[in-house]
């Protein structure tokens, strides 16, 4: 009985220490795939940052085209 008892909670602590180091390779993997993410929502920030710029200059050329015609 005490013997069964045992078994069981070995085996459910195993369980648990496959559970944690799944876990745990999970969160490494989301974590590397976190930064890369982050790398590139910067990149593309600044690629919107300078879309926008040259966007406003071509608007700023064109009004003042419009001006002199």
Do not use: H, P, W, Y
């Amino acid at each position: 009985m005490i013997q069964e008892e045992l078994d069981k909670l070995e085996a459910r602590i195993f369980e648990l220490s496959e559970t944690m180091r799944r876990l745990e390779e999970q969160n490494r993997i989301l974590r590397v795939d976190q930064r890369s993410l982050n790398k590139e929502n910067g990149r593309l920030t600044e690629k919107n940052r300078i879309a926008c710029t040259r966007l406003e200059s071509i608007v700023s050329r064109l009004k003042s085209l419009e001006q002199t015609v």
